[in-house]
């Protein structure tokens, strides 16, 4: 796909399945609507937009964050692993120990495939992530088009998951930690979580999607635990099994933005002595996700 001009900003595909980079534009800066406008519109096309070589402060990171919408706090941290934010806006995400202390959440966790926050009834809509400080090697960010992945169900899936919601857990988060304040152990009726339809509508885009947050633990209503697990698992070995990824390489600078709607995406392993600092903010959205027609 060619890369097109709008103004004094460049949108080049990833050539992926998803994912455009938008260059010529300083995030330090200010940025007017015409030109945001542009940036917005690039990212409800490509679902997932990468800036590079940008030198945010926390306070421009919201500055930015928040012209997409407004911002959700932080979420919950794991139990026993307290870290601290310096804006109640921002996660921090890091593998970096000092004195004994982990500075961020997650560590060096290799994650499964998720959507941020699906356990809330309103989820975020968008999620944005600042390399601070990047590895020089591993540590990539995958993305995966969930559009796509709707798209190329076997039309007797699509039709079995017409009607049905899922259950998200809330009681780890996405490397299989405990969250703080929930117990070990609950039955699927029992558990925490946000229900979600399995098929969404987008609101912008108005496209349906697959909305499956998260496998472990994830329980669609209504059906014995064996049924909703057989489902789970053949709508998550589609998943697997799709071509739809795209992989973010990190460099110091990077700012990357998701759609968190109508995508997932997983971390891949790092070598726990390279320092990796993220800074996360996340945009909430105004409505529940709607199931698709």
Not at 28 to 46: G, L, M, P, Q
Not at 51 to 60: K, M, P
Not at 91 to 109: H, P
Request: hydrophobic share 40%; glycine share 8%.
């Amino acid at each position: 796909m060619a890369a097109t001009m709008t103004k004094a900003i460049e949108i080049v595909p990833t050539g992926g399945a998803l994912g455009a980079d938008i260059r010529g534009l300083d995030l330090s800066a200010d940025i007017d609507d015409a030109t945001f406008r542009a940036v917005y519109k690039a990212w409800n096309d490509h679902l997932v937009l990468r800036f590079r070589g940008q030198s945010l402060d926390d306070d421009r990171l919201v500055e930015f964050s928040r012209r997409f919408g407004d911002l959700d706090m932080a979420p919950i941290g794991a139990k026993d692993s307290p870290f601290s934010r310096q804006r109640p806006e921002i996660a921090v995400i890091s593998n970096i120990v000092v004195e004994g202390k982990a500075i961020g959440g997650l560590g060096n966790s290799e994650l499964v495939w998720h959507q941020d926050m699906s356990y809330n009834d309103l989820p975020p809509k968008a999620s944005l992530l600042y390399g601070v400080e990047t590895p020089p090697v591993g540590g990539e960010t995958f993305f995966y088009n969930l559009y796509s992945a709707f798209e190329t169900l076997p039309e007797r899936l699509k039709a079995r998951i017409q009607g049905l919601s899922c259950k998200h857990d809330a009681t780890r988060n996405s490397s299989g930690q405990l969250r703080q304040g929930f117990e070990e152990r609950y039955s699927n009726q029992d558990r925490p979580g946000a229900v979600h339809p399995l098929a969404v509508r987008h609101p912008e885009s108005g496209r349906t999607s697959l909305y499956l947050g998260r496998r472990p633990n994830a329980w669609v209503v209504g059906l014995s635990d064996a049924d909703s697990a057989a489902l789970l698992d053949e709508l998550w070995a589609h998943v697997e099994s799709g071509p739809f990824v795209w992989a973010q390489e990190w460099r110091q600078g990077d700012l990357v933005i998701w759609d968190n709607r109508c995508t997932l995406h997983r971390r891949n392993t790092l070598d726990p002595s390279l320092r990796r600092l993220m800074h996360r903010t996340q945009v909430r959205d105004g409505a529940r996700p709607v199931a698709s027609a």
